[in-house]
C-alpha cells in the first residue's frame, strides 16, 4: 500500500519557469527524502526535512528549495527551470524498518 | 559514493528462476537491505526487505549472507512483466544507498 502520495503526477514547464512539488508521506512518519532521478545521473539526494527542519542538504543549486508542514507534508520548489531539471521526483519515507515511495512526480522541462 | 553494487544488466528466459546479486559490503550491523524495482518512469515498486535471516514473500526471496556483505534476490518463475530495473538499497544514514541497479531482461 502507498505509503506516500506525490503530486502532481505528471508536470510540463517551460524554462524560465517555477515548478512546486508536493509529497505527503502518511500520518506519523516525519521524515521525507527528496531525490532526482535522471536516466544518466541515476539517483541524486537532494535534501531531507525532519519534523519541518531541513537536517540534509545535497549538492543542488540554490534554485532547489523545499520546505516541510507541521503535517509532516513537504514541498520541493525549482525556480528558472532549466531543461536539465528534467527528471523523475521521488520523496521516499523511511522509518526504522519500512522504506515507502509514491509514484514519484514526472518532470518535462521544455 | 554508492554503498551498493550491481551487474548492470541480466537476461533472463520466461519461467526460468533469475538470481540478483548486490554487494554491500560495508552495511552495518542493523542496517536493512531492500529490493525494489521500476518500469519506465514509475516510482519505485517494493519487492522484499531483509535484515539477517532470509525472506520470502508472494514476489521474490531475499537470500542474505551470514556476514551480510551481500545478498541475492530470487524470482523463482520469471514473467515478462518482470522485465525492469531492480535495485538493491540499504541506509546507511540519512541517505538512501542506490547503487546503478540491475536491467533485468526476462525473454519468451
Known amino acids: 500500500k502507498a505509503g506516500v502520495t506525490q503530486t502532481p503526477r505528471y508536470l510540463i514547464k517551460t524554462r524560465g519557469q517555477q515548478v512546486t512539488l508536493s509529497c505527503s508521506p502518511i500520518s506519523g512518519h516525519r521524515s521525507v527524502s527528496w531525490y532526482q532521478q535522471t536516466p544518466g545521473q541515476g539517483l541524486q539526494f537532494l535534501f531531507e526535512y525532519f519534523s519541518e527542519t531541513q537536517r540534509n542538504k545535497g549538492n543542488f543549486p540554490g534554485r532547489f528549495s523545499g520546505r516541510q508542514f507541521s503535517n509532516s507534508r513537504s514541498e520541493m520548489n525549482v525556480s528558472t527551470l532549466e531543461l536539465g531539471d528534467s527528471a523523475l521526483y521521488l520523496c521516499?519515507?523511511?522509518?526504522?524498518?519500512?522504506?515507502?515511495f509514491g509514484s514519484g512526480t514526472q518532470l518535462s522541462v521544455l | 559514493d554508492a554503498k551498493t553494487t550491481q551487474p548492470p544488466s541480466m537476461d533472463c528466459a520466461e519461467g526460468r528462476a533469475a538470481n540478483l546479486p548486490c554487494n554491500h559490503s560495508?552495511?552495518?550491523?542493523?542496517?536493512?537491505v531492500y529490493w525494489y524495482r521500476q518500469i519506465h518512469s514509475q516510482g519505485p515498486q517494493y519487492i522484499i526487505h531483509?535484515?539477517?535471516n532470509n525472506e520470502t514473500n508472494e514476489m521474490a526471496s531475499l537470500i542474505i549472507t551470514e556476514d551480510r556483505k551481500s545478498s541475492t534476490l530470487i524470482l523463482p518463475h520469471a514473467t515478462l512483466r518482470d522485465t525492469a530495473v531492480y535495485y538493491c538499497i540499504v541506509r546507511p544514514d540519512y541517505k538512501l544507498s542506490f547503487g546503478a541497479g540491475t536491467t533485468v531482461t526476462v525473454r519468451a
Open positions: 531483509g535484515l539477517k
Open positions: 560495508t552495511i552495518s550491523g542493523n542496517e536493512y
Open positions: 521516499p519515507v523511511a522509518t526504522n524498518e519500512k522504506l515507502f
